[in-house]
């Protein structure tokens, strides 16, 4: 067994209920990321973008996770206190089925770092009605490598067809390659 | 590289359907700025006075001020310029929301459009992408719904949208532009929207917008933002309610209106209440608020929450701000039920919410006195909640009495004659004002109301106190952090101001004392109306967080342009002068500048000849108001001058009747 390990969990909480939907925290966090940092800002290329639906009381600031190269078999929609929120809104990933978390022109990926190398995350603390606020705890980890997708993938198809079988069909694939 | 500004207009020539995207001059931003400043220098440039509001050759030109987009807090201004169809003088009403920025990161500054289109269309601007696009499906609908729609046909929720409703496609004096959260509502310029056949304008951009020094220019936004925090923990003790705090009057937030209901008028802005709030109401007010309001929200990039989505039961959902929460209410001698209710329609319609209760108050009174009759209403019901909203529709649909009074008070009033004049007691220069009226003529605000060309108080006011503090000690404790004064002069001017005796208003302060207080205050406005900054976080409250010595950073640091107060000043003397040059070629002299007789109760001809003698010499100006040829000359404005002289200007001091317009003029001379 591995031994106990701390990690610090950064969490931002959202508020959805006290924003007011101006935008701020996108206008920060495209400024901060810009080359060189602040020299230029574009809403279209945040990390945190609101989802702002006035007229239907929906406002739903959401974060850049990870980059996904093919989008779910479905998508999901939400309804919340009779509220239909679009398709997928909670959904972090950058995903070809929509434009948000792209760079407007080459349609890179972009996600949330944290705003590295500063104390808060500037979205955090340009957002001054605290629909989002800024938590860090320690937390006690087991300290085991996790194992490779990859391995886990093999893994079970060897188990699944066995270990001959499966060593001949990697040998027929490169063989075709 | 153009920092700050894109350095592009799109030019929109409606007749021919033809889009054009052409770079500007950057030396005019130097001169001009930007917003209100380079629209008035295009209007001084191409729509001479022989061009008439409803003219294809009248220009309506939507700009974002210069630092829109930059991330300085609240810097989200459109400033929409054209010719009014109602004072016939040049019009710059402003809306805040989210438009400007997002034009901005379209690539462009301004939306330049001129001619006529045939048929109803709207303007699709999406990056480099411009489109004009049927809108005949969108005929009649309103200003809100248009929006919604446009941004489901082109599948882009995230297009802002500046729309009008029935009454500017009527071509009503006093019809607006909306934007969701905001609208452009005074001086009739949605009339001229719709009369260049344009029901909206929606944007969508995703480029970069680049400051000049960046770590300056976020270091100036972040002092901003955290004054703005300060400031909003240290209310201003000593004033009203509304004057304490930053931002819009906070209509939104507050339930106690004892203040507007009780000093305020009702009516044709003519009837005091004086013991109208008490608790029952109140109650029944502050519950009407709570049902209704469903979140309270900012303009683009500003924390400060003055606007609200309000839902009437029954009705769809809209964006309230300000001073339109009560205005419909006090109009009609209803309740805040129905203020909150007719609203929405008239935010559907898109109609201005100043003068339109007043206009419809106005025909009512008219009833009463019999100058009008029930000729005039056919079909019009007997209860007051519902003629006011028989009114609102025939107004915006032109339909007989509506026809006349959708002209606004002035025009109406001459149109139906039999005195009717009389009733039209509260404009100037033929625009509807703040039902407000008073006892002791203040010298400052008589000059404000005089020779203000937004011809509206509040985008003229802010800054100094309203009124003289009680004490010695309330004096001193508000001058000591006032930073935000040009020179210390004002504070002593404020600290010698007394509520009575020799200090006193109307003789204190002197005339010349008010010349420097007005013009500080103007100044504010004219930098706000060009940069794009909110009102409400620079010149309209008291100790501001943008003020005159700031605002050269922000601008340095922002575009890159060399800037101090003393050039920043001249520059604003530059653009106002201008707009006054585009106004006195149309004919407007000193006499059109007064505020209305009944404004206040105590008045001081002799006092009042002596501000406006004052006050023009102090701007440069003669005895008519007209900018002199030295004052001309030292802004740079030869040609100003030069076209003055041409059309013989200086000869004229206003004595052609007001109704004619100056192509009627030129048509007899
Ligand atoms: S800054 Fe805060 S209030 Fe403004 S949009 Fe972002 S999350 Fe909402
Ligand atoms: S934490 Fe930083 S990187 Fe992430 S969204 Fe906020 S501002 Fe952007
Ligand atoms: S202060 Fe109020 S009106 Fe001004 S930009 Fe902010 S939210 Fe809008």
Known sequence: MGEKKKKIIKTIKIDADKCNGCRACEVICSAFH?????SSNNPARSRIRIIRYPLKDIYVPVYAGEYTAAECMGRDKYVVDGKEYEECAFCRASCPSRDIFKEPDSGLPLKCDMCEGEDEPLCVKWCRVDALTYEEREEDVEDVEAPKELDIGLESLAKKYGAQEFMDAVARMSMKA | MRYAETGFNLEVDLTR????????????????????????????????????????????????????????????????????????????SMMGGFWAPELKYAGYDKVILRGKSP??????????????????????????????????????????????????ENRVYFASIEQGRSSASRGGIGAVMGDKGVKAVAVRGTRDINVARPLEYLELCNEVLEYIKWRNEHPVPGVMAILTGLGSPQEMKVHDEKWHTENFMWGNSRVRRKDFWNEDIAREWAKTLDTMRTRLISCYNCPMTCGATISPPGLPTYMMKCFSKLTYTMAAFADLEFGLGIAQSATEYGVDGFSTPQVMAFALELYEKGILTDNDFP???????????????????????????????????????????????????????????????????????????????????????????????????????????????????????????????????????????????ERMHYIDDALGMCAGLSSFPL?????????????????????????????????????????????????????????WKKRFPELEEKLLDTYYQFKGWNKQGIPTKETLHELGLDYVYEDFEKRGVYSDNGGAPAQETSAEKDKEA
């Open chain 1, 34 to 38: 810009a080359q060189p940092k602040y």
């Open chain 2, 17 to 92: 359907g033809n889009i054009e995207r052409v770079e500007t001059d950057p030396r005019d931003t130097e001169l001009y700025l930007g917003g209100l400043g380079t629209n008035a220098k295009i209007l001084w440039d191409r729509v001479p006075p022989e061009v008439e509001p409803f003219s294809p050759d009248n220009l309506l030109i939507f700009s974002a001020g210069l630092l829109c987009g930059t991330p300085a807090t609240g810097c989200n201004r459109t400033i929409v310029s054209t010719i009014s169809p109602q004072t016939q003088l040049m019009a710059f």
């Open chain 2, 119 to 168: 048929n109803l269309v709207y303007i699709w601007i999406n990056n480099d992408k411009v489109e004009i696009r049927d809108a005949s499906h969108l005929k009649g609908k309103g200003a809100v719904e248009t929006a919604e729609l446009i941004q489901q046909e082109l599948k882009e929720p995230r297009a802002q949208v500046a729309a009008i409703g029935l009454a500017g």
């Open chain 2, 379 to 521: 079909g019009m019901p007997a209860d007051n909640e519902g003629r006011f909203y028989w009114l609102l529709d025939r107004i915006v649909r032109r339909e007989g009495i509506g026809d006349v009074l959708a002209n606004g008070t002035y025009w109406a009033a001459k149109q139906i004659g039999k005195g009717a004049e009389e009733y039209a007691h509260n404009t100037i220069k033929k625009h509807e004002q703040l039902p407000l009226k008073l006892s002791m003529l203040n010298p400052i605000y008589f000059l404000m109301y005089s020779t203000g060309e937004k011809i509206n108080i509040t985008q003229i006011e802010g800054q100094f106190p309203q009124a003289p503090f009680l004490t010695m000690e309330e004096k001193e404790a508000f001058v000591k952090d006032w930073f935000q004064v040009p020179d210390d002069k004002f504070k002593q001017i404020f600290l010698d101001w007394e509520p009575r005796g020799e200090k006193s208003m109307p003789f204190y302060p002197t005339p010349e004392m008010c010349c420097e207080i007005v013009d500080w205050q």
């Open chain 2, 543 to 599: 100790k501001p967080p943008y003020h005159i010595h700031n605002y050269p950073k922000f601008i340095s640091a922002g575009t890159g342009i060399d800037m101090d107060e003393e050039k920043l000043t001249q520059a604003v003397r530059r653009y106002r002068t201008l707009v006054r040059a585009n106004n006195t070629r149309r004919g407007m002299r000193r006499k059109d500048e007064k505020p209305p007789a009944d404004h």
